[in-house]
């Protein structure tokens, strides 16, 4: 099914399309969701989330694509679900992935404000639309989806050393970016 008709079926409020979102999403997003938890359970009750937010976004907001909309969603909760799971003990593979990014990542609980929040989302929106379609890809697979290096490899018929040497120059140059930016000292 469209995604243009699921989302009819959302703002009609037929329950059909928890099913069908699940149907054409649901492998997808359990993806994401085991890659940050690598739990099966977890997994499931995030995706039960996922659909359960959907119903409650959908309406007031109108997705043009639904596959972004629950990938984000799908990701969003999944890490909240992995930080109440591990308050001491640590997962291995977000947690080796957030510390590539050691000075760019908040390392505090403290709440930044919406707006500059959003406005440190648009200026590495904007940096990744500079990159190269492979350094962006790349770097959304590691830092957004959470693929391990060896993962990205294979995608990409790339050595791993390759792999870890494009993320390394690409995180520089964004570190670079954000300074310029004011981000960072």
């Not at 979102?21 to 739990?39: F, P």
């Not at 309406?59 to 043009?64: L, M």
């Not at 640590?90 to 500059?116: F, I, N, Y």
């Not at 990409?156 to 690409?170: D, F, G, I, K, Q």
Request: proline fraction near 4%; aromatic fraction near 10%; hydrophobic fraction near 35%.
């Amino acid at each position: 099914m469209e995604d243009a008709k699921i989302v009819a079926l959302y703002w009609a409020r037929e329950e059909a399309a928890i099913a069908e979102s699940e149907r054409k999403y649901g492998a997808y997003c359990y993806g994401i969701a085991q890659r940050v938890l690598a739990n099966h359970e977890d997994t499931q009750e995030t995706l039960d989330d996922t659909w359960l937010h959907a119903w409650n976004a959908i309406p007031p907001r109108k997705p043009p694509k639904l596959r972004p909309f629950f990938a984000r969603l799908t990701r969003n909760l999944a890490i909240n679900r992995w930080h109440r799971n591990t308050a001491e003990k640590r997962g291995a593979g977000m947690t080796l992935a957030l510390e590539e990014l050691p000075d760019l990542v908040s390392k505090g609980d403290e709440p930044q404000g919406e707006v500059e929040r959003k406005e440190l989302e648009e200026t590495i929106r904007k940096f990744l639309s500079d990159c190269t379609k492979t350094q962006r890809d790349v770097f959304l697979r590691r830092y957004f989806f959470f693929e391990s290096t060896e993962e990205i490899a294979a995608r990409y018929a790339m050595r791993e050393s390759n792999v870890l040497n494009l993320l390394s120059r690409t995180r520089k140059k964004l570190k670079e970016h954000l300074r310029k930016e004011g981000y960072l000292p």
